[in-house]
């Protein structure tokens, strides 16, 4: 054979791949699929024989991987739990966003969102406690953008809801949607921990984030007047001490 017609068939097929990267492409929907894989057997462990009693061992055996490929993807059990619920909260955030009364008033849409997510708890609250935990303290920093997705996806449902109670006067047009929604979500995140980290009943927790989210709310109300505290000197005047 001539060699030099063996050399160019080289070259051109080396070309070739440089232009089409078949490998890269395999390569990702592998990944992709792998990841399904291992989602959906963690997902069906969690939920059958308990997040507790679960092993990553059992994940990649159920996901039908080595331990080793499933540690490339989740280095440990939390890193599992935040791969299964950041799909599953995604979903039910715009299952229960879309169930929810475009003209109801801004509390009873913030608390609609909310008791849809504390429903969703409730099914399994071991697993919930660890959920809230790895959201609040994420051992592994390559997983804070996922970590970050579930709040990040609540809070802008919020401010769709802050902008049209605001639009239709129901408060203050001074009021800032984003910083608005931030505090609706900041009551419910804490008052929720109260609840998973057993301080309180499920009832008192309905309860006692009622009362914040409505005192929240009311003070941005159209119509609300707010007082300022008068200064020491002021009320020394209006006593006759100092």
Known sequence: MDTSSKTG???GAKSAKRKHPQ??????RNKREKVARITAAARTLFHTKGYTKTTTLEVAEAADIGAGTLFLYAKSKEDLLILVFKD???QLIEEVYGTIRKNASLIEQTESLFDGFIEYHRRDVVIARALIRELSFSGNP?????????PEAIIEKLVHFVSAARARNEIRAD????EAARCLFAIYYQQLQTWLGTYVSH????QNMHVLLKFVIDGMSVGVIRKTEPS??????RTGKR
């Open 9 to 11: 068939k080289q070259a």
């Open 88 to 90: 599953e909260m995604s």
């Open 175 to 178: 009021i800032d949607p984003v």
């Open 232 to 237: 020491r000197n002021k009320r020394a005047a």
């Open 142 to 150: 390559g997983r804070r953008k996922d970590v970050l997705t579930i």
């Open 203 to 206: 009832s008192a927790f309905k």
């Open 23 to 28: 490998t890269g492409g395999r390569r990702d």
